[in-house]
């Protein structure tokens, strides 16, 4: 049966093989996209304008008046969020490498998807050079 339809249809299996190239093609163009992460750091980085608790002082009634900024890391572990306290000057720091994160994880999820495509094809042309 497979000699058959190869026979038949010769354009089939090349127009295969050049979609399952233009996938790979394109999965080597992405992950070339890694190399250019920097840093990175899971999570968000929050600026917070804090109240300091004296009933006397003007953050108590102003939310103008409000101490700050102070930042912070926010990222869930275990399911738990996690709160890491940052000095102004790691905040941008973090910041950045929060950024590149989100990055990572786009470009990843790209790859996860074409991969699987990839990987059906390449099963599929597999599975039709079964002899039975
Ligand atoms: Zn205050």
Do not use: W
């Not at 026979?7 to 399952?20: E, F, H, Q, T």
């Not at 250019?36 to 899971?42: G, V």
């Not at 990843?108 to 699987?116: I, P, T």
């Amino acid at each position: 049966m497979s000699r058959v339809s190869v026979s038949k249809s010769g354009i089939r299996p090349v127009a295969r093989n050049a979609s399952l190239d233009r996938h790979t093609q394109r999965f080597l163009e992405l992950r070339r996209g890694l190399e250019q992460i920097e840093y990175f750091c899971k999570g968000t980085v929050l600026k917070r304008m804090m109240k300091c608790g004296k009933v006397q002082c003007a953050c108590a009634s102003d939310a103008t008046k409000r101490h700050g900024p102070y930042f912070e890391l926010t990222y869930k572990a275990n399911g738990k969020t996690v709160n890491v306290k940052l000095s102004p000057e790691a905040a941008p720091l973090y910041g950045a490498a929060a950024q590149q994160y989100r990055k990572l994880k786009t470009l990843l999820n790209r790859l996860d998807k074409l991969s699987k495509t990839i990987l059906r094809q390449q099963a599929k042309l597999a599975e039709s050079k079964r002899q039975d």
